[in-house]
């Protein structure tokens, strides 16, 4: 044999053998024996390359990209396609030198470097334009989309995938023009064109089923599901995820089952069954994370931050969002960073951190403009109003509100209910406080008339109701504000809203308050601060610490009262609450004032009355005018005491010509039948007794007599007129000025109550 004939022999020797070790690779592959089949690939690369045979040389190393991507090994996989891409261009393949860039392109995106995986991908999509390959041009206008969609450049990503479907259509791929087709469904779904794409995930769902794939069945079924949420179909859409998870069961297909158990979840929690809601999505974060899936443990770690702010249990809940949200980052997602910053801004609020709540807001709303996602970005606003609020800024709060509210009817009336219904209800606790009565009832009645156009609306009904008995607190009907609150907080704790429970048991301590029953006010306050406890929720708590305080004032505890509003301030101060600042100062002036310590009551005063003022809120000014007035009235000081009297007058009627029948005017007027005596006491002592009649008849007129005889008479009995410590001079000016006093009561007595 000659020397020729004996290399040819052992070059196809070494050939066989090669081909054998390429093929111990695919064998071990196949078996999930990685690191053998890494082994084997890499045996049989060296073995191609020494006998010149690169194209073959190149599927080994291709292949062992393609092993090292599975095992998470992705930069040891980006040097072997690079490797196989040149072994290919250098052995004349252009397409396989384009399938291996498109391969390539896919790992640098899975990595979240979208500027390389762009660049590989146009790199095959030079070569397939050359060949002609319609294919290979879909599968790159396909990758390109998925690009743009992670960077929320949704209008690309969609010139993108409709290039995809033509190109798969004409290469009659259909297949790939199923999952270009639903591609461009999840866009539209997003963009809300519900109709367009129910009508992508269809079609992609019936060549799914005529060819018998079911991992693409299962991912159309979820694409509808998704649907079906947003439209608020949620029987609809239980029943899809139910199918699709009994199908993702059977296949053993862990991405889908994830799927499938977080929409669950999500449906669960929109119902207000928060602890399925959590089984479900701690369910489906468990699967994605098994399968190493960034993208899907982001999207159930945000409904589980969700899950654990409705629980009231924020610090986990914001430890949950933060995590989502770096994850979203990490890998480049736009879409998930709106709704995630949405609800961990809501959570800092909750926390008392407005100001990370507030520039966590503010850049969460500039990506859901630029997204185009409108339930976001009113969501945003809500909570950016609940700021301007809490820091006692009610212009800004209301634009916030009415912004809120503009943005989400521009999708209609059904869809933007909900969100109707959130801000027409804190519009009308901003009335409240504000002290437009008239308006804070017809924003209530407005939210009421959304519930009915929503059964996701409907859920708010009972904060509605607890604003009702904030409104029927402040108008002086006590029973009716226990009663709403009552109610409140029965529903509160059968939608599971620990929060709102918190408040509504507030509120009735408050009820309790005004009716001065002052032992059930005190275990009621003590009750709810537990339960603002059990919430975090620091304001809340220093609310109901303030409570306590004011109990302590009637029952003329002085120390423990100041001791009381000063815990209370350090929380307001920690939560950045203006509006429970100014009125733990007046609780807190009111103490100092009960000791005898004037000077410190007045700095109180001048504290409370310059937040309250700040907040546009008239009852408190009225209330900080009066406490005022209480100490120059005691020293003498007639002149500024009358000031006073007279602003804190003007107050009070000033809201009460906000509310809207008599029979209200009567309840609301009776609550300061004291400032009014005091002011009548004050003018007798001035020597204006007309001007004194003059008051009392007109406040009896709308509020009747007996609240405003108590108060005269209780002046009356605080007046000395014996003892050593008075000389004569004085002992005759006290009988004159009760005489004077006594002759005001024929006035009162002849006067007709309006009601």
């Excluded at 305080?549 to 000063?566: F, I, N, P, R």
């Amino acid at each position: 044999m000659s020397i020729d004939a004996n290399d040819q022999a052992k070059k196809e020797k070494d050939r066989q053998f090669a081909e054998r070790r390429y093929q111990d690779g695919i064998n071990a592959y196949n078996d999930g024996k990685l690191d053998q089949a890494l082994e084997a690939f890499g045996d049989a690369e060296i073995r191609f390359r020494l006998l010149g045979d690169f194209k073959r040389a190149a599927d080994s190393r291709a292949l062992m990209a393609d092993v090292q991507r599975e095992n998470s090994s992705l930069e040891q996989a980006i040097n072997s396609y690079q490797r196989a891409t040149k072994m290919y261009k250098d052995a004349g393949y252009p397409l396989l030198e384009a399938n291996t860039t498109v391969s390539l392109g896919h790992i640098e995106r899975q990595l979240s470097h979208l500027d390389r995986a762009q660049d590989a991908y146009q790199g095959a999509q030079q070569i397939y334009r050359t060949q002609q390959n319609t294919r290979g041009l879909g599968n790159v206008a396909l990758a390109l989309g998925h690009i743009e969609l992670q960077r929320g450049n949704t209008h690309y990503a969609t010139e993108h995938y409709q290039e995809a479907i033509r190109y798969f259509h004409e290469a009659k791929d259909s297949i790939n023009e199923a999952d270009a087709s639903r591609s461009l469904a999840d866009i539209q779904r997003l963009a809300r064109h519900f109709d367009e794409a129910l009508a992508g995930y269809q079609h992609a769902l019936e060549i799914y089923r005529n060819t018998r794939d079911h991992f693409g069945t299962i991912d159309a079924l979820l694409g509808l599901g998704r649907i079906y949420i947003d439209q608020e179909h949620l029987d609809q859409a239980a029943d899809t995820f139910a199918e699709t998870l009994s199908q993702a069961n059977a296949l053993e297909y862990e991405l889908g089952q994830a799927d499938a158990n977080l929409g669950l979840a999500e449906i669960s929690f929109l119902q207000g069954n928060v602890d399925q809601a959590l089984i479900g999505a701690q369910s489906a974060l468990q699967l994605y994370t098994d399968q190493r899936n960034a993208l899907g443990t982001a999207q159930a770690n945000r409904l589980l931050g969700e899950i654990n702010l409705r629980r009231g249990q924020l610090s986990y809940a914001n430890s949950i969002m933060e995590r989502a949200l770096r994850t979203y980052q990490s890998i480049a997602f736009q879409l998930g960073q709106a709704e995630t910053g949405a609800g961990l801004g809501e959570i800092q609020f909750r926390r008392g951190f407005l100001d990370r709540a507030s520039k966590t807001l503010q850049e969460a709303r500039q990506q859901a403009h630029k997204i185009g996602n409108v339930q976001a970005e009113s969501r945003i606003l809500l909570t950016l109003g609940d700021i301007y609020r809490q820091a006692g800024q009610p212009g800004q709060a209301r634009s916030a509100y009415e912004d809120a509210r503009t943005h989400i009817e521009t999708l209609g009336e059904t869809t933007a209910a909900r969100t109707v219904t959130a801000a027409e209800i804190r519009l009308a606790r901003l009335a409240t406080y504000t002290g437009d009565l008239k308006e804070a009832a017809s924003h209530l009645t407005t939210a009421i008339e959304a519930t009915t156009r929503n059964p996701l609306a409907a859920q708010l009904t009972p904060l509605i109701t607890s604003i009702q008995g904030q409104i029927y607190l402040t108008q002086g009907d006590f029973l009716q504000a226990e009663k709403y609150y009552s109610d409140a907080h029965n529903r509160s704790d059968a939608q599971q809203d620990p929060q709102l429970a918190a408040e509504t048991i507030l509120g009735i301590a408050q009820s309790y308050l005004a009716r001065r029953d002052l032992q059930a006010a005190m275990e009621t306050f003590l009750a709810a601060g537990r339960a603002f406890q059990v919430v975090e929720s620091t304001n809340g708590d220093g609310s109901a610490v303030l409570g306590v305080a004011q109990v302590q004032l009637g029952q003329q505890k002085w120390d423990e009262a100041l001791e009381s509003s000063d815990a209370a301030l350090t929380r307001f101060n920690q939560a950045n609450d203006a509006t429970g600042q100014a009125d733990a100062f007046l609780t807190r002036g009111l103490a100092h004032r009960g000791r005898d310590e004037n000077n410190e009551a007045l700095a109180d005063f001048e504290q409370a009355l310059k937040l309250y003022h700040q907040q546009r809120r008239p009852l408190g000014v009225a209330d900080t005018r009066y406490a005022r007035a209480g100490i120059f009235f005691l020293r003498g000081d007639l002149e500024p005491a009358r000031d006073e009297q007279t602003k804190a007058i003007a107050q009070v009627e000033r809201v009460m010509n906000s509310i809207s029948s008599a029979q209200q005017w009567t309840l609301f007027l009776r609550q300061y039948a004291e400032l009014y005596a005091q002011t009548a006491v004050t003018d007798v002592r001035r020597n204006q007794d007309e001007q004194a009649r003059t008051l009392l008849q007109n406040f009896a007129r709308i509020a009747g007599k007996s609240e405003l005889l108590q108060s005269l008479q209780a002046y009356e009995n605080d007046i000395p007129t014996e003892g050593d410590e008075l000389n004569e001079e004085e002992i005759l000016a006290n009988r004159d000025l009760l005489k004077r006093i006594k002759r005001l009561y024929p006035y009162i007595e002849g006067i007709s109550h309006l009601s």
